[in-house]
């Protein structure tokens, strides 16, 4: 059965760092396109940073560009999303997701996404 785990979600300060681990159970991550993905309360679903299981450049959101970045640990079967530099609009659920496609272009939106882990919450206030 193939399953996506979140973990590392928590309260930071402004300005602080986290770590978020997606685990993967049932299936082989480095075969998978991977995306992370956020929903803030009242707002739009939106794609944080994904990466193509071509393993071609990852693309990161305009807002979060240049604070986060992501990884993949093939021995673990788990990608990270590094988070530094935190704001309070970075205040959302963060969802990690795959897809066993090889993507391009714009493909870093929810519905290219097939399997959804269930979130972890991340609360940036002081």
């Known amino acids: 059965q193939l399953k996506l785990v979140e973990s590392g979600g928590g309260l930071v300060q402004p300005g602080g760092s986290l770590r978020l681990s997606c685990a993967a159970s049932?299936?082989?991550?480095?075969?998978?396109?991977i995306g992370w993905f956020r929903q803030a309360p009242g707002k739009e679903h939106e794609g944080v940073a994904c990466?193509?299981?071509?393993?071609?450049?990852?693309y990161f959101a305009d807002s979060v560009k240049g604070r986060f970045t992501m990884f993949r640990d093939s021995a673990k079967n788990t990608v990270y999303l590094q988070m530094s530099s935190l704001k309070p609009e970075d205040t959302a659920v963060y969802y990690c997701?795959?897809?066993?496609?090889?993507?391009?272009?714009?493909?870093?939106?929810?519905?290219?996404?097939?399997?959804w882990g269930q979130g972890t919450q991340v609360t940036v206030s002081s």
């Open positions: 997701a795959a897809e066993p496609r090889v993507y391009s272009g714009n493909y870093c939106h929810r519905p290219y996404f097939g399997s």
């Open positions: 049932g299936f082989t991550l480095d075969a998978y396109s």
């Open positions: 990466i193509s299981n071509n393993r071609g450049w990852p």
